[in-house]
């Protein structure tokens, strides 16, 4: 129904008489869109050029700081010999695993408190409690639990993000406009065609938003189980480099999760946009 709508409004913009109008505010749009890129493009090359001659001119301690062309040089090496694809592609198929199951179980026990109030009452100081206890902490025990491994710096991941889903998701579902609820029990719809049609599609941006939070938070759950038990990733290259005082070292492996962080948000960006315009 919507994407009739929708494309009877293209068609009428295409031949109706305020075609020029809305042109005119699509190239407004693009242009301002244009603007931030430009903006923010600035930003990082002021940043980076300003951290370079002060590297330069010994305005900072370049052995503590490291500098831009340090860093690419470090990461040039990296990649020559392997080390660059390993220890980033363990960092990310570590987060993206403890994400996953972080997103699939919270949404799980989203929907199950929402269905049920029972439940929503019994467990709902728990997850208040659970999302205030510093997952940190947790670190030794499930080292301890899930062995030194790959395992436990996933079961980090997993632990650090699941509670945030579960919260986010669930406070958005007892938010759903009442109305509409009301609504659809009237014309005779039981609680999943509700939850399908109503709950789920209002809540989509909610969910999404769970998501981009939580991508972050899986990843410093993944650094953090690195730091405490790992023989590769970008959190074990932090750890070796500091031991050893190779600070450019520890600084390239910063830049890198820095630039791995905003890949997976940007994918996460993505996915919403064509998930959200296939349900239009």
Request: aromatic share 12%; net charge positive.
């Amino acid at each position: 129904m919507f994407k009739k709508i929708r494309e009877y409004y293209n068609n009428f913009l295409t031949n109706g008489a305020v075609t020029s109008e809305h042109a005119k505010y699509l190239k407004q749009l693009r242009l301002k869109q244009i603007g931030v890129k430009l903006s923010q493009l600035s930003i990082l090359v002021v940043i980076t050029l300003v951290w370079e001659l002060a590297a330069k001119y010994k305005l900072i301690d370049p052995f503590i700081s490291s500098y831009p062309s340090q860093i690419l040089k470090t990461i040039y090496q990296m990649a020559l010999n392997g080390e660059l694809i390993k220890h980033t592609w363990t960092t990310v198929y570590e987060t993206l695993i403890g994400f996953g199951l972080g997103a699939i179980l919270g949404l799980i026990v989203a929907v199950t408190l929402w269905w049920s109030d029972y439940l929503s009452k019994v467990f709902d100081p728990f997850i208040v409690l659970l999302n205030s206890l510093p997952k940190m902490a947790l670190g030794p025990i499930l080292i301890i639990w899930l062995g030194n491994g790959v395992i436990a710096i996933i079961g980090m991941a997993l632990l650090i993000s699941v509670i945030v889903t579960i919260m986010m998701v669930y406070n958005g579902f007892k938010e759903t406009d009442q109305n509409k609820v009301k609504l659809l029990r009237t014309l005779g719809a039981n609680k999943f065609q509700i939850f399908k049609k109503v709950v789920l599609m209002e809540n989509l941006p909610t969910i999404f938003s769970a998501l981009k939070v939580n991508i972050g938070l899986s990843l410093v759950g993944t650094i953090v189980g690195e730091f405490l038990v790992s023989k590769a990733g970008l959190g074990y290259l932090i750890v070796y480099g500091g031991q050893v005082f190779k600070l450019n070292l520890v600084m390239t492996s910063v830049i890198i999760l820095c630039v791995v962080a905003g890949l997976l948000y940007y994918l996460i960006v993505c996915l919403e946009k064509k998930i959200i315009k296939w349900n239009l």
